[in-house]
Each structure stands twice: as structure tokens, then as C-alpha cells.
């Protein structure tokens, strides 16, 4: 950046008249309402968040205007007249947004006619604005409209916000006192006066403009109070209760990697899902689905190891483990590689039983 722009260290005088405008602005407008006989103090509290946009455009405004003045200039480029340039911008916006209110109230009439945002005006304000300062070599030339122009723009946008000229907190003072002059419905700010200081306070605890900061941990965030529900519907870091209704409370950020990895309550596919099983279980109830359906994955099981054999002829067979004290816990068994063993090994124990007893009765006619 060139030495005649002006960085984060000595403060212009311009810089100091964009901090001071708000003040004077307030000041002029007590004197009136003191002549007038009206109330004294007025609340004056903005929408932060719209605040912060038109302080963003006023930028890229002052940008596209220091580029479009010094295109093809062989002796001046847009960091030798920004400070003048952004002098001339702020006092035409002012001047521009001052008569806003009065045009918009005769256009009120046409009913066609709507109500614009103010990020939309000011950048309307913006655009003429710059056109007036296009040289002679940007009117007649095509360059304007090439891309180039836009790479140019974005160029110089960077080179500014990288050395700290015109901060945000300054252009947002400037923010301030336009989004007052063209709110004339008053949607963005508020324009309530009172008598006294001690009305002001009280109205300023509880006015929706004024400035909230997030409770929740980790969140820096900082609105307006109407704002609140819109930022708590989004905020990454506010906990919630889980949403596939597991105990757990999670922030927002986490919900995902918690539902399809911690969560007790992730549903999951049984795990004789292979041999016929097709129940989708929560994790944590595992145990106690393979202990009902106990009698089923065994006889799911012996249809796998016994495949020539009818399934109603394994009715019998699982009918006589179940009379063996063991044959609860096959519920342990929590996969068909498991049970299958264990229903191999309860198989051979019931074939030995039975040979004894035929042996015993061959003895013993």
C-alpha cells in the first residue's frame, strides 16, 4: 500500500470526523427536538449484522470507485486517492440518504412502488457514486465491463482491509448514521425518545435492538436481541438434546458424528442379520433383543448348519435345548460365528445324552 493511504497507526482527520459523526449527528438532533419542545433522548440502536453488511459494501464501494477513477492513469492508482476519495463517497452517501426519506415518501404514492433494504440502497448510492468518478478512459472503454475490472476491484478491496485502512469499527459509524437516514419505517432501528436519561436506560435494557452476546460455551457471537431465536436456531454450538433420544445433550456441531458413532441409541442391523434376522435394533438394546428373539437365532442358526433338513423337523431339536439349564446363555452369543458354536457344542452334549440313555435302556430292557 502506497504512504499516502492511511493505516491502523496515525489517525486522518477524516478518520476522526467519520468517529466524531455520530456524536455531532446526535447533538444537532437534541438541539432540535430542545426547539421543538420534544423529547430529548433517543435509544438510536441499530441492527448490528446489517450494521456490520453496509460496513462491508461501503468498502467495496470506495474500492470500485478509486479503481474506476484511475483506470489506464499512468500517474495515479487507487491508494494515491483513496483518503480523498472515501472524504468525497461518505459526503455524497450523506447527502444522498438525507433526501432518501422525501423521494421515497412522494413514491409512496405509486402503489407499485416497495420498500427496498438498505443494503440494496446504499449500494444503489454506491454504483452512481462511482460512475461520477470514472475518468474519461473508463467511459469509452469496453474494459469496464471485463472481468478484469472485478479482479481489480477485489485487488485493491484486499491490499485496504490488509493494511488496516478505514477500520471497520469507523465504517461502521458511517453505517450507522445512513441506515438511520433511508430507515424511515424505522425496521432496523430504533427511533424512540424520552424525557429523561433514566427512561432511556430502562427502554435500552429491554429494547430489541439491543446487543446480546450468546451463552453458549465456545460461541463468540454478538446480535440483536430480536435476533436471538434466528441465531440460537443455527448456533453450532448450543446443546441439544440428542436427536435419536439417547440421554446425551450435544451441541449442534457434534450432532452428526454422535448419532452415526457414540450414541447408544444408533440404530444398527441384528447381528444374525445374515441368516434372517432383519430387525434394526438401537445399539444399547442389543442384549436384550438377542435374548428375546433368542429361540429364533438359534433356530436361524441350525436352518445354516442343517440345510437338508426341513425346518419343521428342527422344532423337536430346539425343544430339547431348551430343557438343558445351559441354554440361556446362549443369549451371550452375540454374532452367527459365536452362536453357531455354541449350538454345535449343545448339539453334541444332547447327542451323548441320548446315547447314554439308549445304551442305558438297551441294558436295561
Known amino acids: 500500500m502506497q504512504k499516502e493511504m492511511s493505516t491502523e497507526g496515525p489517525v486522518s482527520a477524516q478518520e476522526n470526523l467519520d468517529v466524531l459523526l455520530v456524536d455531532v449527528v446526535s447533538e444537532q438532533k437534541k438541539v432540535e427536538a430542545v426547539k421543538e419542545g420534544g423529547p430529548l433522548f433517543s435509544c438510536g440502536l441499530c441492527d448490528t449484522e446489517l450494521v456490520h453488511k453496509l460496513a462491508q459494501v461501503l468498502l467495496m464501494g470506495l474500492s470500485a470507485a478509486c479503481v474506476d477513477n484511475t483506470t489506464g492513469d499512468l500517474f495515479k492508482s ?15 452517501l450523506t447527502q444522498r440518504s438525507e433526501t432518501f426519506v422525501a423521494q421515497t415518501l412522494i413514491a ?11 443494503t440494496e440502497i446504499i449500494s444503489i448510492f454506491l454504483d452512481d457514486f462511482s460512475g461520477l468518478k470514472r475518468n474519461l478512459l473508463s467511459r469509452v472503454s469496453t474494459w469496464l465491463i471485463s472481468e478484469r475490472r472485478e479482479d ?11 493494511n ?27 427511533n424512540m425518545k424520552f424525557d429523561s436519561i433514566e427512561e432511556l436506560r430502562a427502554h435500552k435494557i429491554q429494547c430489541n435492538f439491543r446487543v446480546l452476546s450468546c451463552s453458549s460455551e465456545g460461541c463468540r457471537a454478538s446480535f440483536c436481541a430480536m435476533h436471538l431465536e434466528k ?4 448456533c453450532p454450538f448450543k446443546l441439544l438434546p440428542c436427536e435419536q433420544k439417547c440421554p ?11 448419532c452415526i458413532t457414540l450414541c447408544p441409541m444408533k440404530l444398527m442391523n441384528c447381528p444374525f442379520y445374515l441368516v434372517g434376522c432383519q430387525s ?5 438394546t442389543l442384549e436384550q433383543h438377542c435374548s428375546e428373539f433368542l ?15 426341513p425346518a419343521r423337523d428342527l422344532g423337536p431339536w430346539i425343544e430339547q435345548m431348551e430343557k438343558l439349564p445351559s441354554f440361556n446363555q446362549l443369549a451371550q452369543a452375540q454374532s452367527v460365528r459365536a452362536l453357531t458354536w455354541e449350538v454345535k457344542d449343545l448339539e453334541t452334549k444332547l447327542r451323548t445324552e441320548e446315547n447314554e440313555l439308549n445304551k442305558e435302556n438297551q441294558m436295561n430292557p
Open 248 to 258: 446425551e445433550v450435544i451441541m449442534r456441531c457434534e450432532m452428526d458424528r454422535h
Open 78 to 92: 487507487p491508494a494515491l486517492v483513496a483518503v480523498d476519495m472515501r472524504k468525497e463517497m461518505v459526503d455524497y
Open 280 to 284: 434394526a435394533i438401537p445399539r444399547c
Open 295 to 309: 429361540q429364533t437365532h438359534v433356530m436361524q442358526v441350525l436352518r445354516v448348519i442343517h440345510k437338508d433338513v
Open 152 to 162: 481489480k476491484i477485489d485487488e485493491f478491496l484486499q491490499e485496504m482491509e490488509m
Open 164 to 190: 488496516g485502512f478505514w477500520l471497520m469499527r469507523r465504517r461502521e459509524s458511517v453505517a450507522e448514521i445512513l441506515l438511520k437516514n433511508v430507515d424511515h419505517k424505522s425496521m432496523y432501528h430504533c
Open 231 to 234: 441465531h440460537e436456531s443455527t
Open 108 to 118: 409512496e404514492g405509486n402503489e407499485e412502488t416497495e420498500v427496498s433494504y438498505p
